[in-house]
């Protein structure tokens, strides 16, 4: 259980263009889910938490114009980055927050990443 | 912000040896978690440990949730080659009024046939 899968796994895209990246959880309910960026050869660094039926909460230095989070439902979160830059490539990763018990509510799955190259 | 200090960095091990790596911080974790991450690819959940002093096993790896519940490590025993990638630990904080994972650094596996 709780798997968590990314549309598409990577994506190339001129500068300018706006992209849209799918997050779902495949087999339970993620009332919260969280969008990462990942630089080569460091950690993964929080970009936003989606919670379903709000407004994403933003971490510091993170444009919410630029990056829009919707999590209109349980299963699916999407992020579109706007006005792509050749700055904006990185490896983008999801994850959800579990579901089901208490200590599940306090882990984090991970979906396989998106590969984002802007042009 | 809060930092997790994991060690080693990297290491490079012999197919069949031990590992160990470790994360510790000056704050107190209340939930620690392993993870194993494939180059391309999202981490994996590996253990994940709730309680001060809980010892956890998963195949090979080993897990401990260190007393202070400031430190947490992980053993890999008879490292084989499919072993190899990045593993991070990560803390969640008690009482922090949300809910918000605090990652290391990572370790970088390499296993030598």
């Known amino acids: 259980g709780a798997v968590v899968s990314q549309h598409p796994s990577w994506v190339i895209c001129k500068s300018g263009t706006s992209v849209k990246i799918e997050c779902r959880s495949l087999d339970f309910q993620a009332t919260t889910m969280f969008w990462y960026r990942q630089f080569p050869k460091q950690s993964l660094m929080l970009m936003a938490t989606?919670?379903?039926?709000?407004?994403?909460?933003?971490e510091q230095g993170v444009e919410k114009d630029k990056f829009l989070i919707n999590h209109a439902s349980l299963t699916l979160s999407t992020l579109t980055v706007t006005s792509a830059h050749p700055e904006d490539s990185s490896f983008y990763i999801c994850s959800a927050r579990g579901s089901g018990s208490p200590r599940a509510y306090n882990e984090q799955f991970f979906g396989p990443g998106t590969r984002l190259t802007v042009l | 912000g809060q930092q997790l200090n994991q060690s080693p960095q990297s290491m490079f091990i012999q197919e069949g040896e031990d590992v160990s790596m470790n994360c510790t911080s000056s704050?107190?974790?209340?939930?620690w978690l392993w993870y194993k991450q494939d180059p391309g690819e999202g981490p994996v959940l590996l253990i994940a440990?709730?309680?001060?002093?809980e010892l956890t096993s998963n195949g090979r790896l080993t897990a401990q949730f260190g007393i202070t519940r400031k430190d947490s490590f992980l053993n890999i025993s008879a490292s084989i080659p499919s072993d190899v990638g990045i593993y991070f630990c990560a803390g969640l904080r008690p009482g922090a009024g949300s809910y918000q994972l605090t990652f290391g650094k990572g370790t970088k596996l390499s296993v030598i046939p």
């Open positions: 440990l709730y309680k001060a002093g």
């Open positions: 989606s919670n379903e039926g709000s407004k994403a909460t933003y």
């Open positions: 704050s107190i974790f209340n939930t």
